[in-house]
C-alpha cells in the first residue's frame, strides 16, 4: 500500500533561513499542504526556483527541483513540461525574478498556455539584495535603490496576465495559508498556465506591505455576490481594484488548448519515458558544435 503523505514529508533536513516572520513560511505551509491533499508525493512534482529569498526555497521543501537563473524559471519550467508532461511543474519566484528580469519570458509563457503553475512571492522589492525597488513597488516608494521615491507605477500582474491570455489568474496572501492552499490546489488542477500572485510580505524591509496594511484592505472575491471567474470583463474590473480595498481569490479561469496539446509530437509517452533513438550521445551533442 502506498504512503499516506504528510506536509512534513516534504520538508527536506534543512532549516528554512528565512526571516522570523517572513510571508514565506506560510507560502511554503500552504503549498505542502496542497501537495498532501491532492494525494502528490516528492517525485509527482518538480518544483523551478527563481533566484531570492523565495528562490532559497529549492533546499527546504523536498521534490524534484531546479534552481534557475534570475529570471529563467519560467522557461527552464515550460521546456520541462515538454518533456515530461506527467510531471506537476510549479515555479516559486519573486517578483524581481518574474515581472523584472522574467518579464518577456512571463507574458509570452502565458500567451502559449504551458501546463505549468507559476507562484510568485510578491513582496514588492528585491529582497535577498537588502530591499530594493522592484516592479511592484508602489510609485513614491523609498528605497535605498529610489531614495527621492520611485518614479515609475507599479506594474499590475493581474490585469497584465489577463490581457496576454493567462487561463487562470488568481491572487492569495501568505497570512491566509488556508485559503492559499485552496488556490494552489485549484492552480495545480488547472490545464494550462495558471498564475498565483501571493501577497508575501518581507518583515525585514517592506515597512509598508506589512500583515497589517493586508489584512485591513483585502476582501475574497468568492464572497463577492454574482462575482463569475469565467467573465473576464468583471476580472477585470476587479484587476483594476488597488487602494483601500484590494481583492483576492480565483479572478479568472477559463479552460482553452495548452501549448503541448498542440504538439502532435508529444502525443502518447512522455518524451523523457521513451528509449533513446540516439546510439551515440557524444556524437550526437558533437553534431551541435
Ligand atoms: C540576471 C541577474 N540580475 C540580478 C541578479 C542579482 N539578484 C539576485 S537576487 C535579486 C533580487 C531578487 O528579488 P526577487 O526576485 O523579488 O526575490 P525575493 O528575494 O524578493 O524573494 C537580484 C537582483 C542576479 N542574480 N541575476
Ligand atoms: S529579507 Fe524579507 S523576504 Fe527575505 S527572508 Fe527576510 S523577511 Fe523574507
Known amino acids: 500500500m502506498s504512503k499516506v503523505m504528510k506536509a512534513k514529508d516534504f520538508n527536506t533536513s534543512y532549516k528554512p533561513s528565512w526571516c522570523p516572520g517572513c510571508g ?20 509527482n512534482v518538480l518544483i523551478f526556483y527563481g533566484i531570492g529569498c523565495s528562490g532559497n526555497g529549492v533546499n527546504f521543501t523536498k521534490t524534484y527541483a531546479w534552481h534557475s537563473l534570475h529570471g529563467r524559471a519560467v522557461p527552464s519550467a515550460v521546456g520541462a513540461k515538454l518533456a515530461n508532461k506527467d510531471l506537476k511543474i510549479i515555479i516559486m519566484a519573486g517578483d524581481g525574478d518574474g515581472y523584472g528580469e522574467g ?13 505549468v503553475t507559476y507562484v ?3 513582496n514588492k522589492l528585491y ?3 537588502t530591499g530594493q525597488a522592484a516592479p511592484t513597488s508602489d510609485k ?21 496576465a489577463l490581457s496576454a491570455g493567462c487561463s487562470f489568474v488568481s491572487r492569495g496572501f501568505a497570512g491566509d495559508a488556508n485559503n492559499l492552499k485552496e488556490i494552489f490546489k485549484a492552480a495545480i488542477m488547472h490545464p494550462g498556465f495558471s498564475l498565483v500572485d501571493v501577497f508575501q510580505p518581507c518583515v525585514t524591509f517592506n515597512k509598508i506591505n506589512t500583515f497589517k496594511y493586508y489584512f485591513d484592505r483585502l476582501y475574497k472575491l468568492s464572497d463577492k455576490p454574482g462575482y463569475n471567474k469565467t467573465d473576464i470583463n468583471m476580472a477585470f474590473n476587479e484587476a483594476l481594484t488597488f487602494g483601500n480595498k484590494i481583492p483576492y481569490g480565483i479572478f479568472y479561469q477559463k479552460v482553452r488548448d495548452t501549448y503541448d496539446s498542440n504538439l502532435p509530437q508529444l502525443k502518447g509517452q512522455a518524451l523523457a519515458k ?13 553534431a551541435f558544435a
Open 120 to 122: 510568485v512571492h510578491d
Open 24 to 43: 514565506n513560511f506560510g507560502m511554503q505551509i500552504a503549498m505542502q499542504n496542497a501537495l498532501v491533499e491532492l494525494g502528490l508525493k516528492p517525485e
Open 274 to 286: 521513451r528509449p533513446m533513438k540516439v546510439k551515440d550521445i557524444k556524437k550526437f551533442v558533437q
Open 127 to 129: 529582497s535577498l539584495t
Open 103 to 115: 518579464m518577456g519570458h512571463f507574458i509570452h509563457a502565458l500567451r502559449g498556455n504551458a501546463d
Open 140 to 160: 513614491g516608494t523609498k528605497t535605498k535603490s529610489t531614495p527621492d521615491g520611485l518614479i515609475e507605477v507599479s506594474v499590475n500582474p493581474m490585469a497584465l
